[in-house]
């Protein structure tokens, strides 16, 4: 098949192979997701077990005791916590980064192919949520339903979607110009189906770069939640609670800080890394 035949996609596929940093961090984060998975079942103690054995409850790494990243201050493995703590807040990037990609997508799509009055006043309701202090409002569900993993989805998605909705509202308003969408409206399409087939399929390549740089964005805001006290609660946790919990105890056990801290900045440089490759491959202007 000659390089022309490949398509928009195949060629974004060809350049992004091409891109050696953003190949090695998918790779690097695909070993971090494994060992989410399956390291914490390596070791013999429960996220939740005090070691009543070692001499001080935090104890530094060592391969004597089973603990190889330390304990924190309450007795805890941390080997076990920091990999657990990277399922959480890995779950809740993807799953509020999903929210956010449907009604941001579903929104800027429909706004920006219907126009006109529509259009107005569906884009000044994402301005009044945009005028609304997210903290605050994350305090406000925080108080009224309590703390919860669910709730920490429904916050950072219910804001989340608003810069989705912005950048596909604008991508759609170009393309409701083109001919292709001429001729389906010609056709007697219905709006939906348009929006569905012609409209959104045309938009993907904006939504997967934008939706990757999205990741760190929800991953950082899980962790300062954390850090302030108002996201994962116990038994679970996340990075950015761990990281919370080894500041605190940075002078007396910088392990606790440490082996959370080396977690997430890979896990935020490799959705960089990946993003901007993403970006540079689905760009036709960005071929070498």
Do not use: K
């Not at 001080?56 to 990243?69: I, M, Q, V």
């Not at 941390?78 to 449907?102: D, H, I, K, N, P």
């Not at 001919?179 to 045309?202: Q, S, Y």
């Not at 939504?207 to 116990?234: H, K």
């Amino acid at each position: 098949m000659s390089e022309r035949g490949r398509g928009l996609w195949g060629d974004a596929s060809r350049r992004l192979r091409r891109n050696r940093a953003a190949v090695a961090s998918l790779a690097v984060l695909g070993l971090l997701v494994i060992a989410s998975l399956v390291a914490p079942a390596l070791s013999r103690f429960a996220l939740d077990e005090v070691d009543w054995s070692l001499a001080t409850l935090a104890s530094p790494p060592s391969f004597a005791n089973g603990h190889w990243f330390g304990t924190d201050s309450n007795g805890r493995d941390l080997f076990v916590r920091v990999w657990a703590g990277t399922q959480v807040s890995l779950l809740v990037a993807l799953l509020a980064t999903a929210v956010s990609l449907v009604i941001g997508v579903a929104w800027g799509a429909t706004a920006g192919y219907l126009g006109g009055r529509v259009d107005d006043w569906m884009m000044r309701f994402v301005d009044v949520l945009y005028a609304l202090p997210y903290m605050f409002f994350v305090i406000i569900l925080t108080v009224a339903f309590g703390r919860s993993l669910f709730l920490i989805f429904l916050a950072i998605g219910a804001v989340g979607w608003l810069t989705m909705a912005r950048i596909v509202r604008g991508q759609a308003l170009a393309l409701r110009r083109q001919p292709f969408v001429d001729a389906a409206i010609t056709l007697g399409l219905p709006a939906r189906r348009i929006i569905a087939r012609h409209i959104v399929p045309n938009v993907a390549g904006t939504v997967i770069v934008y939706a990757t740089l999205t990741v760190p964005q929800v991953i950082l805001f899980e962790s300062f939640l954390s850090f302030l006290g108002l996201g994962v609660q116990e038994p679970l946790t996340s990075l950015g609670r761990l990281v919370a919990e080894g500041a605190a105890e940075m002078e007396s056990a910088p392990w606790q800080l440490l082996a959370p801290s080396a977690v997430l900045a890979t896990i935020l440089l490799c959705l960089n890394f990946l993003g901007d490759g993403l970006r540079d491959a689905l760009d036709p202007r960005q071929r070498p």
